[in-house]
Structure formats: structure tokens, C-alpha cells
């Protein structure tokens, strides 16, 4: 006999499984729809909150005016930080699946305290990408409103705030009702976005032929100005890992995680070097043009109210996804933090049925209107308040990444997995993405801005005094930081 046993055995085994040792009946993250979400519809969270095919659109168009020549090594340094960040953030997702994502990271390998810094910094910046999201959806829908019928009367401010309210009422819905909903629909929105797009650059270069090899000339480069444009199209990326946060609900967390945050990174890329090669042969000395940038996507025997309202059209449907799939990965977070204690325990309550955070969920939709509303209520173009907010938010996230990157080597060092490789990209990483914030800052500074400065130190001294607020009343809280999916007793053969 070889030692191995028997098919009756192998059958008792299953029809009756052991109990094992330290493997729990149901995990801390009980009530959530584990195993669920599949890997396309986690790249379609991740490339709806980054939101490429409206910032393919518009973004070429201002780092070329901003930036000039070398405009094209700004998006390539950018772009590869991102990846670089990607690469951190993955070394984590092989191993964790957490609904805290970045602040679980950390709290594992630094405590509750670091932890609680960058927690503070993503509940701050992933409410702006919401507030930012629904205010431009309510934007462009305006906008395309305006475009189709130029003779009607303009919208008000209170059919402006309807709108907004549709959006959060849509959102809401279908994230209670499932995060597969949510992320099939993001699937699909993104899908035809990317269609849309391409079809506007092939379009493009049928008409205006191939772009001249000038735009990828450094002569006359600012190398300022070039870092700065690193700094912009790294702002373009924040929230590539924000399906990171429905780990604990992906079919296979630990492989489709990773390729959600480093695929939407891609198609991201890709997406702007083909609307950016487009629009050189846009911006090409070719005689005046009509209009703005936006309407140069289509030929000039296209009305302009039509070409004006299509593409409002297209960025109102991107930045309702935006929404959509940003309010859900917020909404991981806050319910994170209500099932360790750090926040209300109601925050914390699963749907019976779906298996959504149905408290976290609801408690978001004020905080997604506030914006627009104050906005509406002081007589400004809705969205002035969201966009300024995010320009800062940015810099929030950006420290949050290098804190994210800084931890990697003593969370591999904990578990005895730390070799060169990741020291050297956790350290190269950490070091690009605190040197661009710094070139942001002191350029905000500069130009008398103080507020990105401002709402970042407010956010790590948020942190801070929470740490201290913790410790002080609800110790216990403190401890309980950092769960995450593990294996249940239900995962086990025979089960």
C-alpha cells in the first residue's frame, strides 16, 4: 500500500469534514455577495472611476497647450508612475482582499495609526471623485440639453438639481441592488465609451490624414512644464485601484485584482495615445478652425449643436459610470471601517437579499449632492466647486499612494517575503510620487493656491486626531483594524 487512502475515506472525508483548526464559521465581512464579482467587471470599476475615454477627449488638447513641446513625455512619465503604483498595490492584492483596500495595506504592515492617515485620505478623495462624477454628469447633461434644442429656454438651477437627483437615485438602486449589477453596467458603458472614441480618432484620421512626427519633438521642452504635465496625467489615474476595495466580493480576489488595477491603467494609456496622435493632426496650422477643441472631433459639415451635443452626451455617460463605480468602492470603505468599530456599527449592515452595504451605501448619496447643491444655491455653473475640489483631491491621494508604497517592504518583511525587487520598486515608486506632489505643491504655492496644501495636511491631521480619539475612547476599535476576506469554513472540501 502506498500510505494514501482509500475512495471510502476520500467519501467520509467529504460527507463529514473535520473540523479545522482556527477556520471560522463566517468571516468579519459577513453579509457581503462573496465570490461574485468576475474579473471583466472588476476592470470595468477600475476603468470607469478613471474615467479614459473623457479625459482622452479633453486632456490631449490642454497638455499640448500647456505643456508644448514634450507635451508626449508628460503623459509616458505619468502613465508609468501609475504603473509603477500598480505594481506596489499588487504585491498587496495577492495577498489581501479587503473592502479597506489601500488603508487595510497599511494598517497590516504599519498599525492602526498609518493606517488611519491614509483611511482619512480615501474617504476624502473618494467622496470628491463622487461629488466630482455627479456634478459633471449634471454638467454635460445640461450641456447636451442646451446643444439639441438652442432654441429652448435654458435649464434652471432646479431642473440642474433634478437631474443630480435622478443620477444619485439611479446609482443607488442598482448598487443595492448588487454589485454585479453595478459593475455589469460599468462593463458596458465603458465598453461603448471605447468604441465611441476610437470610431472619433478613426474618423479623425480619415479626415485630416497622419500626424506629423513634429508632436513628438522636445525642441523647446520646459522641463518644468514637462513635470507638471506628469503631475496632470498622474491625476487622471487616481482611483485605477478602486476595485481593489470589492476584493472581498471577486470570484478570484488574488489574481483578478491585480490585472483589474494594472489593466485599467493600460487601456487608459492607450486610449490617450491614440486620441493624443489624433489631436496632432487637430492642432496641426491648418487655417482657423470653428469653435473650441471639443467640436474639432467632427468634420466641419457637422452642425455644430449636433457635434456639441454628442459629446456632451458621451462625457455625461462617462462620468455617470465614474459615479456609479466610485460610490461603490467608497462605500467598501466606510463599511470597513463600521465592521472594525471605527465608525457606526449601522454603516455596517449588509441587504439581506442582494448582499450590498445597503448603510454605507445610503450614507454616501448627501455627501454625492452636497457639492452641486451649494453650487446651484450660490448661482454658479454647476460642477466649479467638484472640479476645484478635485484638482485638490489629487494630492490627497498622491501622500496616500507614497504611504502605500512606503509599507510594502515592512508588510513582506512580516511575513517574510521581502526580496529586492519590491524594495526597489516600493522605494522608486514612493519617491516619484512624493517628488510630483512636491513640484504640484510648490507650484499651487506659487501661484497663491494654497488649497490642495491645505486639504491635505487637513486630511493627515484628520487622521491623526482620529488615531488619538480611538485610542482614548474605543481602544478595541484600534485592534479590530484590518480585516479582510479569509477562508471559511464553507470554503472547505465538502462543505
Known amino acids: 500500500m502506498n500510505g494514501l487512502p482509500g475512495p471510502a475515506a476520500l467519501e467520509r472525508a467529504i460527507a463529514d469534514p473535520p473540523e479545522v483548526p482556527d477556520v471560522r464559521e463566517a468571516s468579519d465581512l459577513a453579509g457581503l455577495d462573496r465570490r461574485s464579482v468576475r474579473a471583466e467587471d472588476l476592470l470595468a470599476n477600475s476603468v470607469a472611476v478613471i474615467a479614459p475615454a473623457a479625459s482622452a477627449l479633453s486632456v490631449p488638447f490642454v497638455l499640448l497647450a500647456v505643456v508644448g513641446p514634450g507635451a508626449w513625455l508628460s503623459a509616458v512619465l505619468g502613465f508609468g508612475l501609475a504603473l509603477l503604483l500598480a505594481g506596489v498595490f499588487s504585491h498587496y492584492a495577492t495577498r489581501i482582499a479587503a473592502p479597506g483596500s489601500m488603508y487595510t495595506w497599511v494598517t497590516r504592515s504599519l498599525g492602526p495609526c498609518a493606517g488611519l492617515l491614509v483611511g482619512a485620505s480615501m474617504l476624502l478623495g473618494y467622496a470628491i471623485l463622487v461629488a466630482f462624477g455627479l456634478s459633471q454628469t449634471m454638467r454635460r447633461s445640461t450641456d447636451a440639453v442646451a446643444s439639441a434644442a438652442p432654441s429652448a429656454p435654458a435649464l434652471g438651477a432646479?431642473?440642474?438639481?433634478?437631474?443630480?437627483?435622478?443620477?444619485?437615485?439611479?446609482?443607488?438602486?442598482?448598487?443595492?441592488?448588487?454589485?454585479?449589477?453595478?459593475?455589469?453596467?460599468?462593463?458596458?458603458?465603458?465598453?461603448?465609451?471605447?468604441?465611441?472614441?476610437?470610431?472619433?480618432?478613426?474618423?479623425?484620421?480619415?479626415?485630416?490624414?497622419?500626424?506629423?512626427?513634429?508632436?513628438?519633438?522636445?525642441?523647446?521642452?520646459?522641463?518644468?512644464?514637462?513635470?507638471l504635465g506628469a503631475v496632470a496625467v498622474l491625476g487622471i489615474t487616481v482611483g485605477f485601484e478602486s476595485s481593489a476595495a470589492l476584493g472581498g466580493e471577486a470570484e478570484r480576489p488574488f489574481w483578478s485584482v491585480p490585472r483589474a488595477m494594472t489593466g485599467a491603467l493600460l487601456v487608459a494609456a492607450a486610449l490617450y495615445a491614440v486620441a493624443f496622435t489624433a489631436v496632432g493632426t487637430l492642432t496641426a496650422p491648418e487655417g482657423e478652425r470653428r469653435g473650441g477643441p471639443a467640436q474639432w472631433w467632427f468634420p466641419e459639415s457637422v452642425d455644430a449643436h449636433v457635434a456639441d451635443a454628442a459629446l456632451s452626451s458621451l462625457l455625461a455617460v462617462s462620468f455617470l459610470a465614474l459615479t456609479l463605480c466610485a460610490w461603490n468602492a467608497l462605500a467598501r470603505v466606510i463599511f470597513s471601517f463600521a465592521r472594525e468599530g471605527v465608525l457606526p456599527a449601522v454603516l455596517g449592515r449588509t441587504h439581506d437579499r442582494w448582499g450590498s452595504p445597503v448603510g454605507a451605501l445610503l450614507v454616501v448619496a448627501p455627501v454625492a449632492i452636497a457639492p452641486a447643491t451649494l453650487t446651484l444655491v450660490t448661482g454658479r455653473q454647476v460642477g466649479v466647486l467638484s472640479m476645484a475640489l478635485l484638482q485638490h483631491a489629487v494630492l490627497v491621494l498622491f501622500v496616500a499612494y507614497a504611504l502605500v508604497a512606503l509599507a510594502l517592504p515592512v508588510f513582506l518583511h512580516?511575513?517574510?517575503?521581502?526580496?529586492?525587487?519590491?524594495?526597489?520598486?516600493?522605494?522608486?515608486?514612493?519617491?516619484?510620487?512624493?517628488?510630483?506632489?512636491?513640484?504640484?505643491?510648490?507650484?499651487?504655492?506659487?501661484?497663491?493656491?494654497?488649497?490642495?496644501?491645505?486639504?491635505?495636511?487637513?486630511?493627515?491631521?484628520?487622521?491623526?486626531?482620529?488615531?488619538?480619539?480611538?485610542?482614548?475612547?474605543?481602544?478595541?476599535?484600534?485592534?479590530r483594524m484590518g480585516i479582510h476576506d479569509e477562508t471559511i469554513s464553507t470554503d472547505l472540501l465538502g462543505a
Do not use: K, N, Y
Open 158 to 227: 432646479g431642473s440642474q438639481w433634478c437631474i443630480g437627483a435622478a443620477v444619485v437615485v439611479v446609482c443607488l438602486l442598482v448598487s443595492v441592488r448588487g454589485v454585479r449589477v453595478a459593475t455589469r453596467l460599468a462593463l458596458v458603458v465603458e465598453s461603448a465609451l471605447v468604441v465611441g472614441l476610437l470610431v472619433l480618432a478613426g474618423l479623425t484620421f480619415a479626415r485630416e490624414g497622419a500626424p506629423s512626427l513634429a508632436i513628438l519633438s522636445l525642441d523647446g521642452a520646459d522641463p518644468w512644464r514637462v513635470l
Open 414 to 479: 512580516r511575513i517574510d517575503e521581502l526580496t529586492p525587487g519590491p524594495l526597489v520598486l516600493a522605494g522608486l515608486a514612493a519617491a516619484l510620487t512624493l517628488l510630483l506632489a512636491g513640484l504640484a505643491i510648490v507650484e499651487d504655492v506659487r501661484g497663491g493656491d494654497l488649497g490642495g496644501l491645505t486639504l491635505t495636511l487637513g486630511s493627515l491631521g484628520s487622521g491623526l486626531l482620529w488615531f488619538v480619539g480611538l485610542r482614548w475612547l474605543r481602544p478595541s476599535s484600534l485592534r
